[in-house]
């Protein structure tokens, strides 16, 4: 092989190659936004005070827009808690009310099946009551 293509091959090896793993690890469309960037800050002339500030208010305008979907999810999402905090409060209510209405705890509520065994377990599981003498 010849100098130069010992050189060209090393280079490859040693530059080419960590680079395009370096570029591979942080993202290809990152890595080509940065470019850009650069390329534009290097080559493009004095930008108008118009422009600048036209981008600065774009720039804004989406975060706002973002602010905006953050705090409607939040609302959803606290509607939702309080909606389920309060028929929570209704099934406790109703679990205590049937609670002290029937002592024996074989009272079924309907919003939470398996909650409270069935007269019939609950027979099974306890004597019967005995008999005055």
Same mark, same amino acid.
């Given at each position: 092989?010849?100098?130069?293509?010992?050189?060209?091959?090393?280079?490859?090896?040693?530059?080419?190659l960590p680079l395009a793993l370096l570029v591979?690890?942080?993202?290809?469309?990152?890595?080509?936004?940065?470019?850009?960037?650069?390329?534009?800050?290097?080559?493009?002339?004095?930008?108008? @005070? /118009?422009?600048?500030?036209?981008?600065?208010?774009? *720039?804004?305008?989406? =975060?706002?827009?973002?602010?905006?979907? $953050?705090? #409607?999810?939040?609302?959803?999402?606290?509607?939702?808690?309080?909606?389920n905090v309060r028929k929570s409060d209704e099934?406790?209510?109703?679990?205590?009310?049937?609670?002290?209405?029937?002592?024996?705890?074989?009272?079924?509520? @309907? /919003?939470l099946p398996g909650t409270a065994r069935s007269? *019939?377990?609950?027979? =099974?599981?306890?004597?019967?009551?005995? $008999?005055? #003498?």
């Amino acid at each position: 092989m010849g100098f130069l293509e010992v050189v060209i091959v090393r280079l490859l090896l040693w530059v080419a190659l960590p680079l395009a793993l370096l570029v591979l690890a942080i993202g290809p469309k990152r890595v080509g936004g940065w470019l850009r960037g650069f390329w534009g800050w290097l080559w493009n002339k004095r930008q108008e @005070p /118009e422009a600048i500030l036209t981008q600065v208010v774009r *720039a804004h305008e989406k =975060h706002i827009e973002a602010l905006r979907t $953050a705090l #409607a999810r939040s609302e959803a999402a606290e509607r939702d808690i309080i909606r389920n905090v309060r028929k929570s409060d209704e099934i406790i209510t109703a679990l205590q009310e049937e609670a002290l209405q029937d002592p024996s705890g074989t009272a079924r509520h @309907p /919003e939470l099946p398996g909650t409270a065994r069935s007269a *019939a377990s609950a027979r =099974h599981r306890r004597p019967p009551p005995a $008999a005055p #003498a």
